[in-house]
């Protein structure tokens, strides 16, 4: 997020990718988007797998932080995954 409140989310989004090919078309599906910050961060802004929810948590002190996070990682996901 470019920004240093965010840099304990700093890290990677792993995915799944399936391929289906017949007749020479073919189907992408993507899928278990998760979200790993890097080693030596803070575990709690690991955020795991990302759903459909709208929000990461209700609670915490750190609640602003994880949803602010959580909402860009899934707009960065359907935009890499549309990309696709």
Same mark, same amino acid.
């Given at each position: 997020?470019?920004?240093?409140?965010?840099a304990?989310?700093?890290?990677?989004?792993w995915y799944?990718?399936?391929?289906?090919?017949k007749?020479g078309?073919?189907?992408v599906?993507?899928?278990?988007?998760?979200?790993e910050n890097?080693?030596g961060?803070a575990? /709690?802004?690991?955020l795991?797998l990302i /759903?459909?929810?709208?929000?990461?948590t209700d609670k915490?002190?750190q609640?602003?932080?994880?949803?602010?996070v959580?909402?860009?990682i899934?707009?960065?996901?359907?935009?890499?995954s549309?990309?696709i």
């Amino acid at each position: 997020m470019n920004k240093l409140a965010y840099a304990a989310y700093d890290g990677k989004i792993w995915y799944s990718i399936k391929l289906q090919v017949k007749d020479g078309r073919f189907k992408v599906e993507m899928s278990n988007f998760v979200h790993e910050n890097k080693k030596g961060n803070a575990p /709690t802004c690991n955020l795991g797998l990302i /759903t459909i929810a709208e929000n990461y948590t209700d609670k915490g002190a750190q609640k602003f932080f994880h949803n602010k996070v959580w909402k860009d990682i899934k707009v960065k996901s359907e935009r890499e995954s549309n990309s696709i």
